[in-house]
């Protein structure tokens, strides 16, 4: 596995001490125990998601195995294995256990996987305190969404005088639709970039990388915009 | 024993329950009455009886007598409002007769008037708690102080943070809150471990939780959860009565409303009319009222199913809700267990068929446990995975979610979520705040709790000042505040201001909690009785057993097999009966014990020979004081209260054992 320079900066900051707490051994960054005497490691500071499952910073990922392999540290990591432990093993399993979880739910889902990834990598989505470009819409669209849009605002006059349209009602479910067909598209097209970024990562080719980063941010970005019109045309439609 | 035994709790609504790991299985503790059920009812007893006994609390069926002499001592359903606010209750105060103090402000803790004195929900479950606490100790003979407590899945934060106050007040530490569906998913797991996706529906008295669960060698893996905390068979009640108080007004013109007597009088006539139309077609409403007329109406059960539909169907929404956020359809579920007293109501059943389309797919929901008793063993399954362990719970482990989302106010009082619901708990969240004004060295945080946009509808839960930050320019210093929900589902939250390292004082105010302090200093109101309590308790106790086995040994001669006793043998047990006879009236624990132990040894052989000549049940290894039962002089009589509305209908379910 090849790391960019600022990742590999990131993890010598970390602020965990190389040797066991119990015994001594060293251990590395990403250990969740000791591989001398198997006690359980206060978590390093600077470890992803990835790294808790020994995973390479990939998008294309075996949810199967993933979820085997966070039963199997789940009975290792949770509360209930630490309950006559000392407090401080408490309180590193609570710790360790959480991130666990958050790192299991955050991997298992594509969208959030690749969220977090794009995160790691430096890019910020819009509810992270990026730009909000989901508000923008993406040019092709353009036509669509301003006919969607006088199609919405007739449906709340309707719906606030009583009447009913039913041609509206079923030019609306046509407008979903399209868009529903939009979104499997673009998740096809995602799988794609996944496999390019998966290559580029083997390749450690970093240019390449970039490319393939800023292609997956704008594809998030017209995503997260038709998911919020499916999701007016939803409110529209059940009122 | 070098280890105490944890015990597992299911605090419910209506009734409570204790139960342990005896070896392998899991098992009920039963009260001093012999029941298994304790009703969740405190009543407090004036304190002019005597000062020893001032503030006294009486838990469970013997709590029931005052319920008809003096109402107002007499508190149930408490569970309804812990970790609630007054502006939560209003629905529940227009049904149930709570005394509220009057003082009461919103974001106010809630307290109840009894007498003079008041109680917060806390200390009133802290009274069911201890009982059953105490159930535990007389029953090992040991003292208990570890406790796994259940809850309803859909409980927030407040809610589960008061059950823990409870457990503390009690002596009583809480290693685990554990949901109530999950728990019943434990107890049956148990038995039956093979791999696939389980609903456990649990309709309670006053809650209903619906979890959906993934089965995995071993691990309970909770896919979903919902739910709604103010629905349950007491609401089944509540519509019967009305009913009645409709009937009695027109008919007779009187409105008994306002009349906490009859309105009990009522209640518990409609328990006994609904526990019947499980089992018949129709049954009589029979009610005595005060004032001696009488109220009587036939009910159908084809017109109590209609009656109960709005209620049922209120189920409905979350079942729909936990199956698409498990992401799932109701084809896919496995099995389904039903929990809860109303899961014996057949409506509900035939409900539960057609929700999960169990009936086309050849499949029955699961009873084999009683609904009433598998979240109190379920809860023993957890104390047993968090204590030793034993062979059967080695593998288990169970991944709960949080079943509400949390969420930070944010400019406009819009949520912005930081946990999601359905999260595997313990989940965590990091977030970073600024400061917006130059030098500013505090910021506010408000957390709430809920799926609403806007923070006004949300559950408040707690704001954090978070103090001490260097001063500096405005939006310059970055404070990292970490969330963390714990296995409990109870929030914790640390804060750091990144810039200069330092940690970030969070002072916490709770929205309905209770601080440390006020929880520490109810403890010690309870603690003042609790050791001696304990001592009475069982002196009590062993002179009861001493007075068994000596009426017992007084009526030995009568028998044959007394004859067949050796002289020596004879003089003996005479002696030993002298010594205990005189010891009963004094006050020394250890020495009772002793001597009653010790003539029940003597007589063993008498108890044998007596059992021998007795009809033909092999009884083997008797000894007389199981024998003085069959010689008729059993103890205590159970109070009467409890069996009323828990009797299981018949043909409907197995005891657990």
Redesign the interface.
């Known amino acids: 596995m090849n790391q960019s320079a600022d990742v590999v900066a990131t993890i010598t900051e970390s602020d965990r001490s190389a040797a066991c707490p119990f015994c001594g051994s060293p251990t590395e960054e990403a250990d969740l125990f000791c591989g001398a005497c198997g006690r359980l490691l206060p978590l390093a500071s600077g470890i992803s998601y990835f790294d808790v499952f020994a995973l390479p910073r990939k998008l294309k990922l075996d949810v199967q195995a993933l979820e085997r392999e966070f039963y199997r540290l789940s009975r290792r990591l949770h509360p209930d294995a630490y309950a006559r432990a000392s407090q401080q093993e408490q309180d590193w399993s609570l710790a360790n256990s959480s991130f666990l979880n958050d790192a299991y739910r955050t991997l298992k889902d594509p969208i959030k996987r690749t969220e977090y990834l794009l995160k790691l990598e430096g890019i910020l989505s819009a509810d992270e305190g990026g730009t909000k470009k989901e508000d923008r819409v993406p040019p092709d669209m353009l036509e669509e969404v301003f006919e969607l849009n006088m199609q919405l605002d007739e449906m709340r006059m309707n719906r606030k005088t009583g009447e009913d349209d039913p041609q509206l009602h079923m030019d609306l479910l046509a407008a979903k639709t399209s868009f529903d067909d939009q979104l499997k598209a673009d998740n096809a097209n995602l799988e794609l970039l996944w496999e390019k970024w998966d290559a580029s990562v083997d390749n450690a080719d970093d240019p390449r990388k970039h490319a393939i980063k800023a292609e997956i941010a704008a594809l998030l970005d017209r995503r997260r915009y038709i998911r919020n019109l499916v999701n007016s045309v939803d409110e529209a439609l059940e009122g | 024993m070098s280890e105490q035994r944890v015990i597992g709790i299911d605090l419910g609504t209506t009734n409570s329950l204790v139960a342990f790991m005896a070896g392998e299985q899991p098992v009920v503790i039963p009260g001093e009455d012999g029941l298994l059920l304790v009703p969740s009812v405190v009543a407090i007893p004036p304190a002019d009886i005597g000062a020893a006994s001032a503030q006294r609390a009486i838990v469970g069926n013997g709590a029931a007598k005052y319920l008809a002499s003096s109402p107002d001592r007499v508190i149930y359903s408490a569970k309804r409002l812990m970790g609630r606010g007054i502006e939560d209750i209003q629905e529940e105060l227009k049904l149930f007769p709570f005394h509220l103090a009057e003082d009461i402000q919103p974001g106010e803790v809630l307290r109840l008037r009894v007498g003079d004195s008041e109680y917060t929900p806390s200390e009133i479950s802290a009274f069911v708690l201890r009982q059953l606490k105490q159930n535990a100790e007389r029953y090992f003979g040991a003292a208990v102080s570890k406790a796994v407590i259940t809850v309803p899945a859909y409980f927030n934060d407040a809610q589960r943070q008061a059950t823990k106050d409870a457990g503390r007040m009690a002596g009583l530490e809480v ?2 809150l554990v949901n109530e569906p999950t728990a019943a998913a434990l107890a049956y797991g148990l038995d039956r471990q093979h791999d696939g996706i389980v609903a456990v529906y649990d309709l309670g008295g006053g809650t209903f939780d619906i979890s959906i669960l993934k089965l ?2 071993g ?1 309970f ?1 909770v896919m979903a959860t919902n739910g709604d905390t103010h629905l349950g068979g007491d609401d089944i009640d509540n519509l019967l009565i009305a009913i009645a108080l409709d009937d009695i007004h027109g008919d007779r013109g009187i409105d008994l409303r306002g009349n906490a007597e009859a309105v009990q009088a009522i209640r518990k006539a409609v328990i006994e009319a609904k526990i019947a139309l499980s089992a018949d077609h129709f049954t009589l409403l029979n009610v005595e009222l005060p004032g001696g007329f009488k109220y009587q109406r036939k009910i159908e059960r084809a017109q109590f199913e209609s009656l109960i539909q709005p209620v049922l169907d209120r189920t409905t929404a979350p079942c729909k809700r936990a199956l698409k956020d498990a992401g799932i359809t109701a084809a896919e579920i496995d099995e389904v267990v039903l929990v809860g007293g109303s899961t014996r109501i057949p409506k509900v059943r035939s409900m539960v068929e057609e929700l999960f389309d169990l009936g086309a797919r050849g499949k029955k929901p699961h009873t084999e446990l009683n609904p009433d008793e598998v979240v109190a063993l379920g809860a023993a399954v957890q104390a047993n ?3 030793s362990g034993s062979i059967a719970t080695e593998s288990m ?3 709960d979610v949080t079943p509400l989302s949390l969420g930070i106010e944010a400019l406009g009082g819009v949520v912005a979520k930081v946990i999601q619901r359905n ?7 990091t977030e970073h705040f600024t400061t917006g004004v130059e030098g500013q060295t505090n910021v506010a945080i408000h957390v709430v709790q809920g799926e609403r946009e806007l923070a006004k509808d949300c559950r408040s839960l707690a704001r954090f000042d978070l103090k001490g930050i260097p001063p500096m320019s405005a939006g310059l210093p970055r404070i990292e505040v970490k969330f ?4 409990n589902g109870i929030l914790q939250v640390s804060a750091r201001e990144q810039r200069s390292g330092k940690q970030a004082e969070i002072e916490v105010k709770p929205t309905y909690g209770l601080t440390d302090e006020q929880v520490e200093s109810m403890i010690l109101e309870s603690f003042d009785y609790a050791e001696s309590d304990i001592e009475q308790r069982q002196l009590i106790e062993a002179k009861n057993e001493a007075n068994t086995i000596l009426a017992a040994v007084d009526k030995a001669p009568l028998h044959a097999a007394w004859k067949q006793l050796s002289n020596e043998e004879r003089t003996r047990i005479g002696l030993l009966r002298d010594e205990l006879a005189v010891l009963k009236d004094g006050e020394d624990l250890k020495l009772l014990r002793g001597a009653t132990e010790a003539l029940d040894k003597a007589t063993h052989r008498f108890a044998e020979l007596m059992m021998d000549s007795a009809v033909s049940t092999a009884l083997q290894g008797k000894t007389m004081e199981s024998a003085g039962e069959s010689l008729g002089e059993a103890p205590n009589a159970p109070h009467p209260f409890a069996a009323a509305e828990f009797k299981p209908a018949a043909g409907h379910d197995s005891q657990p054992q």
């Open positions: 290693l685990r995995h060698e691990i893996e995975i968090l204590s482990l169970l991944l999260s595997t708990i313990p989940a965590s969240a963390l929900i714990d296995a």
